[in-house]
C-alpha cells in the first residue's frame, strides 16, 4: 500500500474487556514500531519489530499489553483487561532497514481507544 | 533523563503571519533531531531532520533551526495558511537504541 495503515480507527469497549489493534506497515519495511498518545502528551514508545522479532518491548507498561509480527508484515497489538487509563490513540510507524537512528518512520492514522 | 520540552503549548495567529516554535532537548548522546506535522486524527508526517552538524533546513516555508551547543531547535512557519493549523512535534533520537523522544506538541491554530 502507499502507506501504513491501521484499524479499526476507533474503537470504545467496557473496562474488561480486551482488544486487538491491527497494523499493515509499509510494504518492504522491516521496522514496525507502537506508540500512544494519551490527550496532550507526548508520543510514548511502546514496543519495536526487526521482522518478526521484539528486540526492544521496554515501553510496554504491563503484563497487560502484548504484541506480535507474522510474515514481517502485519503486527496486531492486544490490551487485555482494558483500564479507563488505557485510553489513547495507538499510533503505528514503520521504516525501512532497521531502528538506525537516522531512518524515518512514517506513521499510520492511529487507532483512538476510548474504555468506558 | 532524556526529555523533549516544546513552547508555546498552544498558538493562535493570523493567516499570513509568520510564526516560530520552539523546541529545548536533554537527550544524549545526541543523533537527530525532527520535526513533524500531526493534523488532527492523523499521524505525524516528517517535515524536517537535522543531525549534529547541521544549523538549519528548509522545507517549503518551514525553515527549522539547531542549536547542538545549547540543545535547542526553532521551527519557523513563513506567510502562515489555514493548512498549517496542526500540533507541531518535536522529536530526538539519541545515537543508541531505538526509541524517539517525543515532545509533547504546539498546537497551532491559523485563523482568517
Known amino acids: 500500500g502507499a502507506g501504513v495503515s491501521q484499524s479499526p480507527s476507533n474503537k470504545v469497549t467496557e473496562k474488561g474487556k480486551d482488544v486487538e489493534l491491527r497494523c499493515d506497515p509499509i510494504?518492504?519495511?522491516?521496522?514496525l514500531y507502537w506508540y500512544r498518545q494519551r490527550l496532550g502528551q507526548g508520543l510514548e514508545f511502546l514496543i519495536y519489530f526487526q521482522g518478526n522479532s521484539a528486540p526492544d518491548k521496554s515501553g510496554l507498561p504491563s503484563d497487560r499489553f502484548s504484541a506480535e509480527r507474522t510474515g514481517e508484515s502485519v503486527s496486531t497489538l492486544t490490551i487485555q483487561r482494558t483500564q479507563q487509563e488505557d485510553s489513547a490513540v495507538y499510533l503505528c510507524a514503520s521504516s525501512s532497514e532497521g531502528a538506525r537512528p537516522s531512518n524515518e518512520q512514517f506513521f499510520g492514522p492511529g487507532t483512538r481507544l476510548t474504555v468506558l | 533523563k532524556n526529555q523533549v520540552e516544546q513552547s508555546p503549548q498552544s498558538l493562535i495567529i493570523l493567516e499570513g503571519k509568520n510564526c516560530t516554535l520552539q523546541c529545548n532537548y536533554t537527550v544524549s548522546p545526541f543523533s537527530n533531531l525532527r520535526w513533524y506535522k500531526q493534523d488532527t486524527g492523523r499521524g505525524p508526517v516528517s517535515l524536517t531532520i537535522?543531525?549534529?552538524?547541521?544549523n538549519t533546513k528548509s522545507n517549503g516555508r518551514y525553515t527549522a533551526t539547531l542549536d547542538a551547543d545549547t540543545k535547542q531547535s526553532s521551527l519557523h512557519i513563513t506567510a502562515s495558511q489555514l493548512s498549517d493549523s496542526a500540533s507541531y512535534i518535536c522529536v530526538v533520537s539519541a545515537q543508541a537504541g531505538t526509541a524517539l523522544i517525543f515532545g509533547k506538541g504546539t498546537t497551532l491554530s491559523v485563523s482568517s
Open positions: 510494504s518492504g519495511h522491516t521496522a
Open positions: 537535522m543531525t549534529f552538524s547541521e
